[in-house]
């Protein structure tokens, strides 16, 4: 998977003309104000999208409105797509190019295709098992203070790995929430690694401005290769005798729960 599609990967894919074909909302756009940029767009019916199309739900590339067309600021989208209440409609312009979204309230029925959908979207071409209980892949590398790491000296240890980069918005917005993690095993037999695909400078100049507490390698694209990360961010929990006991990808309402339990049933 690319970059691009880790912006994406909160998208309904072929769920949008699904939702279309069963809910219709005429009668509501015609009782408010539209913004001006749709005038000359229309909302995508079946057939207007291919159905595998993978759609980029990002504020900042591409507006998204509340039902009332009331954009949608930035720091509220994560949030609201990961609620599982709204439907994301497309709205095209004449070359059937997708020029902005607007949210309805989900029905029941359509809450648990999106919550299997994107259960499905965490773990693209591999069992989320396949790993588990496996013996972790050996490692060898050095963190940007100078600390090096292998998988044989941290044998022992719980090791607690993030696979992040940067340009990754949910990989952002779960670092304070990781921060809390590190700060409660504090003094424990955990150590928490931070595989950036970015180089050095690039980290730097990030941590400028930011706080993560997690011990950070960079340039780890071949570590995330040996753990089949395709996929960002994902989280993996490695118990002391070096067998991989959790593997998940993506930030969904329970992530922070389930590390901090597997972290805590491991150290018993």
């Given at each position: 998977?690319?970059?691009?599609?880790f912006v994406t990967m909160f998208a309904i894919i072929t769920f949008i003309n699904i939702a279309n074909a069963q809910v219709k909302n005429e009668s509501k756009d015609?009782?408010?104000?539209?913004?001006?940029?749709?005038?000359?767009?229309?909302?995508?019916?079946?057939?207007?999208?291919?159905s595998?199309?993978?759609?980029?739900?990002?504020?900042?590339?591409?507006?998204?409105?509340y039902e009332n067309f009331v954009l949608i600021k930035e720091g509220?989208?994560?949030?609201?797509?990961?609620?599982?209440?709204?439907?994301?409609?497309?709205?095209?312009?004449?070359?059937k190019v997708v020029k902005a979204f607007v949210l309805r309230k989900a029905t029941q029925l359509e809450k648990e295709q999106m919550k299997q959908m994107q259960g499905n979207m965490q773990h693209p071409g591999q069992n989320k098992s396949e790993l588990?209980?496996?013996?972790?892949?050996?490692?060898?590398?050095?963190?940007?203070?100078?600390?090096?790491y292998s998988l044989e000296k941290l044998k022992g240890k719980v090791i607690v790995i993030?696979?992040?980069?940067?340009?990754?918005?949910?990989?952002?917005?779960?670092?304070?929430?990781?921060?809390?993690?590190?700060?409660?095993?504090?003094?424990?037999?955990?150590?928490?690694?931070?595989?950036?695909?970015?180089?050095?400078?690039?980290?730097?100049?990030?941590?400028?401005?930011?706080?993560?507490?997690?011990?950070?390698?960079?340039?780890?694209?071949?570590?995330?290769?040996?753990?089949?990360?395709?996929?960002?961010?994902?989280?993996?929990i490695i118990d002391t005798n070096s067998i991989i006991s959790y593997y998940i990808?993506?930030?969904g309402p329970t992530t922070m729960d389930d590390l901090d339990k597997t972290i805590e049933s491991l150290l018993k």
């Open positions: 998977m690319t970059k691009k599609f015609s009782l408010v104000v539209k913004p001006e940029i749709f005038n000359s767009l229309k909302k995508a019916e079946p057939g207007d999208i291919d595998g199309t993978q759609m980029m739900l990002d504020v900042s590339t591409t507006p998204m409105y509220e989208f994560m949030k609201i797509i990961m609620s599982r209440d709204y439907i994301p409609e497309p709205y095209i312009d004449s070359n588990i209980g496996k013996e972790a892949f050996p490692f060898s590398v050095t963190d940007i203070s100078g600390n090096k993030n696979f992040w980069f940067v340009e990754c918005k949910p990989c952002v917005m779960e670092i304070p929430d990781l921060n809390h993690l590190v700060e409660k095993y504090k003094g424990k037999e955990v150590v928490f690694l931070g595989f950036a695909t970015n180089d050095k400078p690039k980290i730097e100049s990030f941590l400028k401005t930011k706080t993560y507490k997690y011990k950070i390698i960079t340039d780890s694209k071949e570590v995330a290769g040996l753990y089949k990360v395709n996929s960002y961010p994902t989280h993996i990808t993506g930030l």
